[in-house]
């Protein structure tokens, strides 16, 4: 399954006075929305308790920067993305690279993965929470089952169309299995791989943070809404943009890292 | 399956060389182990077996409001999706047609696209109450971006001269749109509206599970805090069999109109 997402569709090239009036037209949407919301705010009377003044979201912004009252929720959300992640990618690449060996077992599973790939599986939350519970593993579970989807199917994807002739020519010179698989399969494999596991690394934090918001006791997810219960306007939209800004700045390094794989 | 195999194929190693026989066996191997660990090996109060599941679906159904829930379920899917696909279509067109806007404003689109939008969530049940709007709502959000994206995409590639051609020789806005721009983007488009219908089942679910009164996520807190896993697993299934069904609506759209423009 190709990712729409990241393509940028843009021209490579753009006009140097272009590029600069389209900076211009950026910069002024945002300063335009920041004005509006404060105008919002402050004079045109929408209720606090809706839409808090910028200034105030901003200084809670730094208060929580400062006061460090993140850190344990940011463990436990990154805890939970990081054990989520390394079962599905353990079990993703190694399932794919197993079925990807016959033509046969392909055609077996990879449409059954598909159609199972194109279910919310965010469906099930109330199974997880059935059986893990409210805590760090019900959402390690959910986060783990949800990105192994792309994972394994993009490992069979990339393992399965490596070209025969490769194989046939390494194998007539003499490559052993191993060789056979660091040198050829593994090469040719890999840029699809590691679409796969960015895509599930961006499903797995996206449903972590989910199932924290929805069901939980701890975790970036569960403070947006402990917040939003205690009608704390101005810190929960802080909070937000703190945890956006997480999320932003964690796809942008896997991003990078995909990219630098790919290119070696 | 090729030419070659032999002709006195014994039926079973015949059926065993068709990838969907094994594909079956697949599926009803995992029903079994579900079946068995949850009659022997699992507390019922958390895992009920499959038969049961499905004997006792028409109780699901029998569950005063579960219809209701089901069909109020299905009118924010709907809403939204249409919502999502007219938005994103105008907002595409907007932002797709005109160079400078394009440079300006897509790069915009990305980044929101990319957020974490379930963060948000809290926010769309302030604005909109915990009932059906803010499901809607919180579906276009998911949905139109994908939209907007792939008709930015369809349309940019458009060459200028096309329009220019077609504005010459007199043709009106709306003709321009039906007869130029719209045959043009039509596969990028359908790609887009299928991945629109992902995002909009995703963003109602959530919104679903988060809260509700009368929705099929008020069902789902319901049997799970009855431990009714018996229910649950039923609201599950018919809820999946709907994901499936209207992914593959979308699908057959797609292929179909991709096939129409190829001739």
Same mark, same amino acid.
């Given at each position: ?264 | 399956? #090729? ?31 579900? *079946? ?15 038969? *049961? ?9 029998? #569950? ?156 789902? #807190?319901?049997? #799970? ?39």
């Amino acid at each position: 399954m190709a990712d729409e997402r990241t393509e940028s569709p843009l021209p490579r090239k753009w006009s140097r006075a272009g590029r600069g009036a389209s900076r211009l037209i950026q910069a002024g949407f945002l300063v335009g929305l920041v004005v509006i919301w404060y105008l919002a705010a402050t004079r045109w009377g929408v209720n606090r308790l809706l839409l808090p003044n910028p200034v105030a979201v901003y200084d809670n912004l730094l208060d929580i920067l400062r006061s460090g009252e993140f850190v344990g929720d940011l463990q436990t959300t990154l805890g939970e993305l990081a054990v989520a992640f390394a079962i599905s990618a353990a079990g993703g690449v190694t399932l794919g690279y197993v079925i990807s060996r016959s033509r046969y077992w392909i055609a077996v599973f990879e449409p059954l993965f598909a159609a199972i790939y194109s279910i919310p599986i965010i469906l099930f939350l109330p199974l997880f929470v059935l059986f893990f519970g409210l805590g760090p593993a019900s959402k390690i579970a959910l986060g783990a089952a949800i990105s192994f989807f792309p994972i394994v199917i993009n490992t069979i994807a990339g393992f399965g169309n490596v070209d025969p002739l490769f194989v046939r020519v390494a194998r007539s010179m003499g490559a052993s299995d191993y060789h056979l698989f660091r040198h050829v399969l593994l090469p040719a494999a890999s840029p699809v791989i590691l679409t796969g596991l960015r895509m599930g690394f961006t499903v797995a934090l996206l449903s972590i943070i989910g199932s924290e918001t929805l069901a939980s006791l701890a975790g970036l997810g569960y403070h947006i809404v402990h917040l939003a219960e205690a009608m704390e306007m101005a810190r929960m939209y802080a909070y937000i943009v703190f945890v956006i800004a997480i999320a932003v700045a964690l796809n942008a390094v896997v991003s990078r890292l995909e990219a630098r794989g790919k290119r070696d | 399956m #090729t030419g070659a195999a032999p002709k006195r194929l014994p039926l079973l190693r015949g059926l065993a060389r068709r990838p969907w026989f094994a594909r079956a066996i697949v599926i009803a191997a995992l029903f079994a182990v579900w *079946e068995i660990a949850a009659r022997w090996f699992v507390d019922p109060l958390f895992l009920s077996p499959p038969s *049961e599941v499905v004997a006792s679906l028409d109780k699901v159904f029998g #569950t005063r409001g579960v219809p209701a829930a089901l069909q109020l379920t299905l009118f924010e899917l709907t809403v939204a999706f249409g919502l999502a696909v007219a938005i994103g279509l105008a907002l595409g067109l907007a932002i797709g047609l005109q160079p400078l806007v394009r440079r300006s404003f897509f790069p915009i689109v990305l980044l929101l696209y990319g957020m974490p939008q379930v963060t948000i969530l809290p926010l769309f049940i302030l604005f909109f109450g915990i009932g059906a709007a803010s499901k809607i709502a919180f579906g276009v959000t998911h949905g139109v971006f994908p939209v907007i994206v792939t008709v930015v995409a369809g349309v940019q590639n458009l060459k200028p001269i096309l329009l220019t051609s077609a504005r010459s020789m007199g043709a009106s806005r709306w003709q321009i749109f039906r007869h130029v721009i719209f045959p043009h983007m039509v596969p990028s488009f359908f790609a887009g509206m299928r991945l629109g219908m992902s995002g909009v089942l995703l963003g109602v679910l959530l919104a679903e599970l988060y809260v509700s009164i009368a929705g099929i996520g008020y069902f789902t #807190t319901l049997f #799970t805090q009855n431990f009714d896993p018996t229910k649950l697993l039923g609201l599950i299934s018919v809820l999946a069999a709907m994901a499936i069904l209207l992914n593959a609506v979308v699908r057959r759209a797609e292929n179909r109109f991709a096939r129409r423009r190829a001739e």
